[in-house]
């Protein structure tokens, strides 16, 4: 037999094989590289319809379940400022009658609940914590939100929906405690007493400092675009790992060292600070620099930390502790703006998001229900407090961060250019109009 019949008899064996029925499949009968992963969640280019449609299920569990929430707390706070972001990202106008009923109820029961609290009756706790802040989690969050609904009604120039709300005293109460009567350090970092005396919570970081910087933008005052970026820094000097790119938890002003537990849920309220501090930082802000610096350093160190499924973990750099939702929310959210605002690469940075998108999907039962997410946490000093935490679905910092993850996703799938290729999620400067693979990219579509 010849070379040549040899060359010609082994070419035509993959055709002979199918021929035949065989159902072996071996290198030399199949496009290996071709075969479908076993992945444990969806993988590929999400669909605006496919995003919509999880945070609208989202929505209707949480308004036909009215009682299950506190709509004046911090995680509330959260989810006015996600589906404000949800409306505008997608057109959909009951997210923003959702915020608006909930805040003129709040607006309409707040001067009893201050006669009350002036005349020493017994008030409702859901209403002092309007009324009479006690912590920062009482105020920063929710007066962050409110602020937005005004700048989005300054913004379009029109009437609100519910044109009797009068949001303007409640937030100048919640700014008044943030600015001047929450307790401190020496340095000026908002601090608390617990679990130890002068005690710097990372937490905080949210929980403050995008209320200082958005009322930098609803007043004109600069005062308060300085004080946000040196809170964030200050939070920076004392909680920032830079091996890590991470951030630690707790810091305790007399503890040596500090001891660094990276919480998922707490680095997600920092890169979320950031984010709403460069929303409205202006420009030419002498700080500005510096923290979009930390927060692309912060990006590097959480990316690199991605589960295998889309999820972050309980402890960042501890993949034994369990898949979070929360953070994970938190995270799709952040990373999605970032490159949105062009503050962080889509090609390197895109496929994590879209991945972790489906991770947040994922935890999205069929009810509406976010499942994954850790409860309320304090601070702890050793792994098994965090790794242990429990998680429930009636925990309400699941649900604003899924939102506003959604409602992120539109954008970037509305302004970037996603795309599998070769089996994989890419992102590209330009729309690329075939589902062939593409083995040459050269700034030109050839195949």
């Not at 790794?387 to 509305?414: D, K, N, Q």
Request: hydrophobic share 40%; with cysteine; aromatic share 10%.
């Amino acid at each position: 037999m010849s070379l040549k019949t040899i060359v010609i008899a082994c070419l035509a064996m993959p055709v002979m094989a199918h021929a035949q029925g065989t159902t072996d499949i071996n290198d030399s009968n199949t496009p290996l590289h071709l075969l479908t992963p076993d992945y444990k969640h969806k993988y590929g280019v999400s669909t605006k319809e496919e995003v919509k449609a999880s945070i609208d299920r989202v929505l209707g569990y949480i308004l036909a379940n009215p009682q299950q929430f506190r709509t004046t707390s911090y995680e509330w706070g959260v989810t006015y400022s996600a589906c404000l972001a949800a409306a505008k990202a997608s057109g959909d106008g009951r997210y923003a009658e959702y915020v608006e009923k909930q805040f003129k109820a709040i607006a309409d029961a707040f001067p009893k609940a201050i006669n009350d609290i002036k005349s020493g009756r017994k008030i409702d706790e859901k209403m002092r914590k309007v009324a009479d802040p006690h912590a920062l989690d009482d105020a920063g969050a929710i007066c962050t939100a409110m602020i937005k609904g005004e700048l989005t009604v300054r913004a379009n120039g029109k009437t609100r929906a519910t044109p009797t709300i009068n949001t303007a005293p409640v937030i100048a109460n919640y700014a008044e405690y943030i600015m001047e009567k929450e307790f401190r350090l020496a340095d000026g970092t908002f601090a608390r007493k617990r679990p130890h005396k002068n005690t710097v919570w990372l937490d905080d970081m949210f929980m403050a400092i995008p209320a200082i910087a958005y009322m930098g933008m609803y007043t004109g005052e600069a005062r308060y675009f300085d004080e946000a970026a040196r809170q964030v820094l200050l939070f920076k000097d004392k909680m920032w790992v830079p091996e890590k790119k991470l951030f630690r938890h707790g810091w305790v002003e007399a503890m040596t060292p500090h001891p660094s537990f990276h919480w998922g849920r707490a680095n997600g309220w920092a890169i979320l600070t950031m984010c709403e501090v460069l929303d409205v930082l202006p420009e030419n802000h002498p700080q500005r620099a510096e923290i979009l610096s930390l927060l692309q350093e912060h990006v590097q160190g959480l990316a690199a930390l991605q589960g295998k499924d889309g999820f972050w973990h309980q402890l960042l750099d501890r993949p034994e502790s369990y898949d979070e939702s929360s953070c994970t929310a938190i995270y799709t959210y952040c990373m999605a703006h970032a490159i949105n605002k062009g503050w962080i690469s889509a090609l390197a940075y895109g496929p994590a998001v879209q991945l972790a998108w489906h991770a947040v999907e994922a935890s999205i039962d069929s009810t509406g229900r976010v499942t994954g997410t850790c409860v309320g946490t304090g601070m702890g000093f050793d792994p098994a407090f965090y790794m242990y935490r429990p998680v429930s679905t009636a925990a309400a910092h699941g649900y604003g961060p899924v939102i506003w993850a959604g409602a992120e996703m539109l954008l970037l799938l509305e302004n970037q250019y996603p795309k599998s290729n070769d089996s994989a999620v890419q992102f590209y400067p330009e729309k690329v109009n075939t589902d062939e693979p593409i083995f040459n990219y050269d700034g030109e579509i050839r195949f």
